[in-house]
Structures are given as C-alpha cells and as structure tokens.
C-alpha cells in the first residue's frame, strides 16, 4: 500500500501542477537507511520460507527492521507530513510485536485475494503476515480492510497504512508544489508577465 500512496500522491502533485525540482534539495538524516531496510525486507520475504532458520528468527528481523525505521522518521519529524508516516508505521509496529512480529490478516478480509495465498497464510509463513485467529492481540490494527473494485489493485490494508499514507500524500505535495524549490519557475513566470506590462 506504501507505493500506492506515493504514486498516487505524485499524479496529485502533477495534476496540480507541481514538479520534482525539491527533491534534488532534500536532505533527510540516515537517508541511507531506507533502502538498506527494502532490501532486507526483501531478501527475508524471498528467502524465509527456503531456510528453516531464516523462516525462525524472521519476526524478530523484521521487528528490527520497523525500529530503524521509527527512528528514521523520528530523526526527520519535523518534515511536513512524517509525524503522520511516524503514527502510522507505529501502529503497524505495535501490532506485529504483540504478535511475534508478524502482521495479523483477517481470513474474512482475506476473501478478496487469490485462493492460494488464503492457503499459504494457513499453513506456512509469508512474508510478515500470519492469520487472525482469537488469541490475536490488537487484531483491528491488522490488515482487515479490504479495497478492491473500483480500486485497480485488490489488496487488504490496516489503520497504519491508511495513517501512513496520509502521511505521504501530505509530505509529497509539499515537495511538489509548497517547497520553496517548486515554486522558482512560477516565481520566474510571475517576474516575465511583470515585465511584459511594463
């Protein structure tokens, strides 16, 4: 849902006119960690369910994984819309380390998506989630909202995610069109039409 929310708060930027000019400016403390945690996400959702101990200490990697990244956007709060990305991501934390560091799904959620994930969340591990069952602590900050039709991409989100995004959308249309860096060419057209009614 996280590239959801910056693709779409993109076309939004563009559709009202912003640009990317900030972003050559943006200078965002351990901006180097961001990436380093994708690709450990990555390389754990590949590999856990080829490596019995990878597949055993894989919650706690992930947990690890979501305290650097609070820290991330900690150190960067006072960037228009983080204090939003920091609530949402924390509330994702919070459920997946009450629950062994797995994200909770709800089957009846789950009723949207392919057949064989369903199957697969039932009897082995994927990724970072595990299903919903009674003993699930804080089950409604799991993934239990589903979104399909009319959206394009059918999926199950939770309350950190749509937090989480807000987020994002705030702080990307600030870059595209508040930033001081995307305002210079309308400054500059502003100063030609000046010129031109003299």
């Known amino acids: 849902m996280v590239f959801d929310g910056i693709i779409i708060s ?5 559709l009202r006119k912003g640009n990317l000019r ?3 400016q943006l200078k965002l403390k351990w901006g180097w960690i961001f990436p380093l945690l994708m690709v450990v996400q990555l390389a754990v959702f590949m590999l856990q369910n080829d490596s019995k101990f990878l597949g055993q200490i894989s919650g706690s990697i992930y947990i690890v994984v979501y305290v650097l990244g609070l820290l991330f956007l900690y150190m ?3 960037n228009p819309g983080f204090i939003l990305i ?3 991501v924390f509330l994702n934390f919070l459920v997946m380390v009450v629950n062994g560091g797995r994200m909770p799904v709800s089957m009846d959620a789950a009723a949207i998506l392919d057949p064989a994930y369903v199957e697969i969340l039932k009897e082995s591990l994927y990724a ?3 299903m919903l069952t009674a003993s699930t602590h804080l089950g409604f900050l799991g993934d239990v909202i589903p979104i399909s ?3 394009p991409r059918t999926q199950i989100i939770s309350i950190g995610d749509i937090v989480m995004n807000i987020g994002i959308f705030f702080f ?3 870059l595209m069109v508040r930033h001081p860096a995307a305002k210079i060419g309308d400054t500059t057209s502003i100063s030609l039409k000046g010129g031109e009614k003299q």
């Open 10 to 14: 993109f076309i939004v930027g563009f």
């Open 22 to 24: 900030a972003l050559a």
């Open 76 to 78: 960067n709060r006072h």
């Open 86 to 88: 920091l609530l949402g």
């Open 128 to 130: 970072k989630h595990t």
């Open 149 to 151: 039709d009319p959206y």
């Open 172 to 174: 990307i249309q600030y």
